[in-house]
């Protein structure tokens, strides 16, 4: 123990005691109450809360009873034992090689956006205008910088997420009416939800057409009669389908009077030169499309959340459905939608232009670092994925550390928790999603479990 946390431990009376007549040194393990007097746990009780920290002490005081910490040392041991937060959930650091995993919440937030969540959390301005005093449009901001982003978007609307947004489109447009789409793009979005159940639930009848791989614009105008409520453009974006193909051009569709719908997913709203076959909002909106869905959590880098772009008639009918109350976005996901659309590049955008080069270079720096500790650490090329459901079969050059396979378990559930991936008996790390500021936070996590 150091010096200064002697004198902490002394201060809220956890000084060492003579063991017991039998010599049983459990007896010097501090008492509950003692401990909780310590000034940096009773710090952490009007942080966490109570329970958090009597928790953390007890768990303290059993592995000092088992040997595992000595007893002067359990008011360090239980401070070390605190989560950050009150959360239940665990940051981690996504070596995965998978820039939108899912299972990691996709996205990560920029500062920017992160900054803006932290100060709406308190009372704002949200629903009021503070110069009249008087109710105003729901994060109205947040509208503006989406409209702003996407001009050819007469109208924007925001929703919680991206399959909320195909829901609201369906229920509003297409409630007791059909929805005409192609055989070959229903979908399953993940998690065993499938896009023809999630738009029958809305009341909507499904008007399948084409085969799965070739649907001309001549099978849409033939399924088009009065009942038509719109026509559903939806992106595979998790799946290929190659060989002899064929798919109808929204040019094509939006001239057969009705409204043509696009889902494209992954939420990019202007084109990605790294990313040319994936879709995007704008050149959409631009080659007919009457509605654009999308999601904000994935290639836009933003918050969970759905939005709708397109015809003002088309979106002020679903910002005025009753379905849309239920379906609105809070006060912290409108403050992180306008600051990622009005912030600086995101850590996804990072992530996606990341150089190769820079990559393998910080790779190498962290091998070198690891193998002089005596780590069995390697440098190997990775290939690295969008995911998220965003451009399928494109890889991203990228570079990995190598480890044992071993060491996989043990960084998922060290203190700083990363997340890699097994691959020919090796455990990798791959970088391109790691923000260069958490090589240091990597580099310690692996040398915990070297040293364990």
């Known amino acids: 123990m150091t010096t200064d946390g002697k004198r902490r431990d002394a201060a809220a009376g956890l000084g060492t005691q003579p063991a017991g007549p039998d010599g049983d040194v459990r007896r010097l393990i501090p008492r509950t109450d003692a401990l909780l007097r310590e000034p940096r746990l009773a710090e952490a009780a009007r942080r966490l809360g109570a329970p958090v920290v009597k928790a953390a002490v007890r768990q303290a005081q059993e592995r000092a009873r088992a040997g595992r910490v000595a007893p002067e040392d359990v008011a360090d041991e239980a401070v070390a034992l605190l989560p950050r937060t009150a959360s239940g959930l665990h940051p981690v650091i996504n070596a995965t090689g998978v820039l939108l995993h899912t299972n990691l919440g996709r996205a990560p937030l920029s500062d920017a956006a992160r900054r803006a969540v932290a100060e709406a959390a308190g009372p704002t301005d949200v629903e009021l205008d503070l110069a009249t005093g008087v109710r105003d449009r729901r994060g109205r901001t947040a509208l503006r910088a989406l409209r702003e982003r996407v001009p050819d978007a007469r109208a924007v609307h925001v929703v919680n997420n991206g399959a909320a947004a195909l829901v609201l489109a369906a229920t509003a447009l297409a409630a007791g009416k059909e929805i005409v789409v192609s055989r070959g793009e229903m979908v399953e979005i993940g998690d065993g939800f499938r896009l023809p159940d999630l738009l029958v639930s809305t009341g909507a009848r499904l008007r399948e057409v084409g085969t799965t791989n070739r649907t001309t614009a001549e099978d849409y105008a033939a399924a088009i009669g009065p009942d038509t409520g719109f026509v559903l453009k939806v992106h595979p974006s998790n799946f290929r389908i190659t060989g002899f193909t064929r798919s109808a051009d929204l040019t094509e569709l939006s001239g057969l009077g009705v409204p043509v719908v696009v889902d494209i997913g992954s939420g990019l709203l202007a084109p990605e030169p790294l990313l040319p076959d994936e879709p995007d909002a704008a050149s959409q909106l631009r080659a007919g499309a009457s509605l654009v869905t999308a999601s904000g959590d994935k290639l836009l880098g933003g918050p969970q959340c759905g939005l709708l ?144």
């Not at 002020?316 to 109350?325: F, G, K």
């Not at 190498?364 to 069995?376: E, H, P, Q, T």
């Open 309 to 452: 772009l397109g015809e003002e008639s088309l979106v002020r009918a679903l910002s005025r459905h009753p379905l849309a109350r239920a379906l609105r976005v809070d006060k912290l996901t409108l403050a992180a939608l306008e600051a990622t659309l009005t912030g600086p590049p995101t850590p996804t955008a990072a992530a996606l232009t990341a150089d190769p080069a820079a990559l393998r270079a910080r790779a190498d720096r962290l091998a070198a670092s690891l193998s002089a500790d005596g780590v069995d650490a390697r440098v190997v090329g990775s290939a690295a994925t969008v995911g998220g459901g965003g451009a399928p079969g494109v890889t991203l050059p990228s570079a990995a550390l190598s480890l044992p396979e071993t060491y996989a378990a043990a960084l998922r559930t060290g203190r700083v928790p990363v997340v890699g991936r097994l691959e020919a008996g090796r455990c990798l790390l791959d970088l391109r999603a790691v923000p260069p500021q958490d090589d240091e936070r990597l580099y310690g996590a692996v040398r915990a479990v070297a040293e364990s």
